[in-house]
């Protein structure tokens, strides 16, 4: 028996060609092309599919090649016209192409080539994203010698996590550089620095960039010192 069903195996293999699980991060609105390569013999009977799963859904064939005709019946809302083959998929190159990403074009894509009792399978999850908003810079604390003042900056949109970096821009904004010896970064809340015990070696341009997996945006700011002067008696 075990020879028996070796020899099954190794017909059904022979039968199923299996191509690349494939991750694939993209922005909102831009396109995607999610591939898909097969060696099987163009024929009549060649049957091409793309199918959608997500999460908590049933899976649908969002289009197809079947009978000389590309259909796609079960798309919903915009996904029809958003919808093509990115290649000749009659020669080997059955990707599909979504153009101007959704959030909702988010999930699991399988595509499945048949011919003559060959198939072909390939899998492709992609994931849309949202790049981060401009973030806003803003300060707070008296900007005098031996205080200390906070730099807050935040992106209102982006796909999380968010990350946050601080530095000093230096040469009139050719480079940038390391933030002054005692600027405590706030670990929890990495948007918020505090530039501790002032002093004028502490004016200048500081950045904040805010970055995810598909993008970053930043914004500065200009701290800019006061000298403390004393009264009479010593008194500021």
Not at 99 to 121: N, P
Not at 128 to 140: G, Q
Request: net charge neutral; glycine share 8%.
């Amino acid at each position: 028996m075990s020879a028996i069903f070796r020899s099954l195996f190794l017909v059904l293999f022979s039968l199923l060609s299996v191509g690349a699980q494939t991750e694939m991060k993209k922005v909102v609105g831009d396109n995607a092309t999610l591939p898909c390569h097969h060696q099987l013999p163009s024929s009549n009977s060649l049957d091409i599919e793309w199918l959608l799963q997500k999460p908590n859904s049933k899976q649908r064939v969002i289009i197809t090649f079947f009978g000389g005709h590309v259909y796609t019946n079960e798309a919903t809302g915009s996904e029809a016209s958003r919808l093509s083959f990115a290649g000749e998929y009659l020669s080997g190159d059955a990707s599909l192409l979504i153009s101007d990403l959704l959030l909702t074009d988010s999930g699991e894509y399988y595509c499945k080539v048949k011919t003559g009792g060959k198939y072909h399978w390939s899998q492709v999850n992609l994931i849309v994203l949202v790049k981060p908003s401009k973030p806003r810079c803003w300060k707070d604390g008296e900007l005098l010698e031996g205080s200390n003042v906070k730099l807050s900056c935040k992106s209102t949109d982006g796909s999380d996590p968010i990350s946050y970096k601080w530095e000093r821009v230096l040469d009139k904004g050719k480079s940038l550089g390391k933030l002054p010896n005692l600027a405590l970064i706030d670990l929890k809340n990495p948007e918020i620095v505090t530039l501790r015990n002032l002093t004028m070696d502490s004016t200048g341009v500081y950045r904040c960039t805010a970055s995810n997996d598909v993008g970053e945006e930043n914004c500065t700011i200009e701290v800019t010192m006061q000298r403390k002067f004393l009264g009479v008696g010593g008194e500021s």
